[in-house]
């Protein structure tokens, strides 16, 4: 399994170390040749600027050429909560795709938000708009 609790991890120390205090949140994802790559939000005054914990992985892993096969997000609200496990969201699942349907991300388990499970880009959006795309072999 590419998501396990080492990956998890390395999300949440990341997290720790770039916000010690108060909210803290990272992303982490795991590459085809089994590194892992963390990063944290981008906050700007203009908020439509900002950017989500996962692009800079996301950003590192294409730079380095390598293949994302898995990510996880977390995110407490202030010292001594949980974190929380994010599922990406829509943008995130785009940019994903890049990499195919078959990438694990980890989820919330249902009710018990801080704890984590697997699931397949594809079991997010079944009806991921460029189903019909391939389905009609018109892929570039």
């Not at 990272?26 to 892992?36: F, H, L, M, P």
């Not at 202030?78 to 994903?96: N, S, T, Y």
Request: proline fraction near 6%.
């Amino acid at each position: 399994m590419s998501i396990d609790q080492a990956l998890v991890d390395a999300a949440i120390q990341q997290a720790l170390t770039r916000f010690p205090d108060g909210y803290a949140g990272a992303a982490a994802v795991r590459t085809d040749n089994g590194q892992i790559i963390t990063s944290v939000c981008f906050d700007t005054p203009n908020a439509g600027a900002n950017l989500c914990h996962e692009t800079g992985a996301y950003c590192e892993a294409n730079r380095l050429g390598a293949r994302v096969v898995a990510t996880v997000c977390v995110s407490r609200s202030e010292p001594g909560k949980p974190f929380l496990i994010l599922a990406p969201c829509g943008i995130c699942q785009e940019r994903l795709a890049i990499w195919g349907p078959d990438v694990e991300v980890a989820v919330a388990v249902p009710g018990r938000p801080s704890e984590w499970q697997s699931k397949r880009l594809f079991e997010l959006q079944p009806h991921y708009w460029r189903n019909a795309v391939r389905d009609a072999n018109e892929l570039e």
